[in-house]
């Protein structure tokens, strides 16, 4: 079974420019997150969808960041415009309901110059 | 707030030593409890899990946690580590109701593991 695919693995951008990630989550998994994780931290969430409703966005920055997950599947993470402190490491996973273990994918490494 | 609190920055170990890694978290309802262990390279993988039921869970590579709920903590135990255990290991609790997050896990800053052959 295939796991949790990102891309893209590495992403390196000048500030004010935007940014996309790609998220395809395992097969039959209705619940996705996007997490953000900084250096020497652990994953804060962002966003999580419960198949193509995203039902707790508290914690993503509206002002410049967007998520979308058409028909509950894979899901897209945009930021625009980035800005330096954007540099980290955003991870999506995915579980078959919420509660249950999530199974990460391998992230997407941004650096914003 | 909920928070997770894991104690230890960077453990540094030699083989065959006993690993005991810290996590405390702030949550008074029901909780479900996961560690999380990233080895270099690698991405998060679940190393076990807490649900319901004996509060001494086993998971894989002969790790197993216990959780106390009169103390909030989840810690992480392993007899004799080995040099391949060297990673970073992440507590996270998932509240099942109320304060907003239930579904959500909250993550420990991690522990990093350096394990000396």
């Known amino acids: 079974e295939a796991g949790v695919v990102q891309s893209p693995r590495y992403k390196i951008i000048e500030k004010k420019q935007p940014v996309a990630f790609w998220c395809n989550p395992i097969?039959?998994?209705?619940?996705l997150y996007w997490y953000l994780q900084n250096l020497g931290q652990g994953p804060e969430l962002l966003i999580r969808y419960e198949n193509e409703e995203a039902v707790d966005d508290s914690q993503l920055p509206k002002d410049r960041f967007s998520a979308e997950r058409l028909k509950g599947v894979d899901s897209t993470l945009k930021i625009q415009p980035a800005e330096l402190g954007d540099s980290a490491v955003y991870l999506c996973a995915s579980s078959s309901r919420s509660y249950n273990e999530q199974f990460f994918g391998p992230g997407t490494r941004l650096t914003v110059l | 707030a909920q928070s997770v609190s894991q104690h230890n920055h960077h453990v540094i170990l030699s083989e065959a030593a006993s690993l005991e890694l810290g996590c405390n978290y702030s949550?008074?309802?029901?909780?479900?409890l996961f560690w999380y262990v990233q080895y270099p390279g690698q991405h998060l993988q679940l190393l076990l899990k807490?649900?319901?039921?004996?509060?001494l869970v086993k998971g894989i590579k002969g790790f197993e946690a216990e959780f106390i709920k009169s103390k909030f903590s989840f810690n992480l135990r392993k007899p004799s580590v080995q040099w391949s255990d060297t990673a970073e290991y992440f507590c996270a609790v998932n509240p099942l109701r109320g304060g907003g997050s239930q579904g959500n896990l909250i993550f420990g800053k991690g522990t990093k593991l350096s394990v000396k052959p």
């Open positions: 097969s039959g998994h209705n619940t």
């Open positions: 949550y008074g309802g029901t909780v479900n």
């Open positions: 807490y649900f319901s039921g004996d509060p």
